[in-house]
């Protein structure tokens, strides 16, 4: 492996995409380990066994992306998102889980995951995965965008009827940015986007970028969350 990245010095474009794997089973993290190691431009930086260890190690090596399990020892991969947000802001976080309950979906999402995988993926699926998310991705099957779309409304309406003074008013976005928030909730990529709009993907890049920055988070599925609670989009 590459000396480890600090703290002040992450990742350059350019260069191998920093993996940081968290699960405490270790015949799993093996597995994870034979995939990735076998992949050009993939770059394993550590392995945790717990939650905990997982954001310590994150604030040590900084990854460029995390795969982790939600059901860990210590704290929760769900826990351990939020925490590592703090150490390693530019992390993006995929959970690679056994979990398929939509209350850990959405959970992991409000935590700032970027992405949620069933651990039944196909293995050879993983490494243009970990690129994907890289990339600015969302690994979110468009075929559960309807079911984490509803479980955002359901769950964003209980927030603001229980705590409505925590809750601040969404930034203002423009309406190419609702346009292109409007897809994202659709489940749709980048490419898929640029296609429909007419416009390159690199335009859609900067709008995505544009959003998160504006709303102050770290996904793209976190953002329709919120323009859900505002009612900025609805749901058809």
């Known amino acids: 492996m590459d000396a480890p990245a600090t703290a002040e010095q992450p990742a350059q474009a350019g260069d191998a995409i920093r993996v940081l794997i968290a699960d405490d089973h270790a015949f ?3 597995g994870l380990e034979v995939v990735l190691q076998g992949e050009a431009g993939l770059d394993l930086v550590g392995e945790a066994s717990d939650g905990a260890e997982a954001v310590q190690l994150a604030g040590e090596v900084v990854p460029d992306v995390v795969l982790m ?3 860990m020892p210590k704290i929760t991969g769900i826990e351990a998102a939020r925490q590592m947000k703090e150490v390693a802001p530019s992390a993006k976080i995929v ?3 056994i979990s398929d309950e939509e209350e850990d979906l959405f959970e992991a999402i409000r935590a700032g995951a970027s992405g949620y995988l069933l651990k039944d993926i196909p293995l050879d699926e993983l ?3 970990v690129r994907a998310v890289y990339g600015g991705q969302s690994l979110i099957n468009p075929s559960m965008a309807g079911k984490l779309l509803t479980e955002f409304a359901t769950l964003a309406r209980r927030d603001a009827e229980e705590e409505p003074a925590k809750h601040a008013p969404a930034p203002k976005l423009t309406e190419r940015e609702m346009e ?3 897809l994202v909730a659709r489940g749709m990529n980048n490419r898929d986007i640029a ?5 390159s993907e ?5 709008h995505v970028r544009n959003i998160l920055e504006k709303l102050q988070i770290h996904s793209r599925m976190e953002a329709v969350m919120i323009a859900v609670r505002e009612k900025l989009i609805e749901i058809s």
């Open 95 to 97: 959970m690679l889980t």
């Open 202 to 206: 690199n335009t859609v890049k900067n």
């Open 28 to 30: 799993f993290r093996r």
């Open 127 to 129: 490494a243009d995965s």
């Open 180 to 182: 292109v928030l409007r």
């Open 195 to 199: 296609k429909e709009l007419f416009i």
């Open 69 to 71: 399990d939600i059901r």
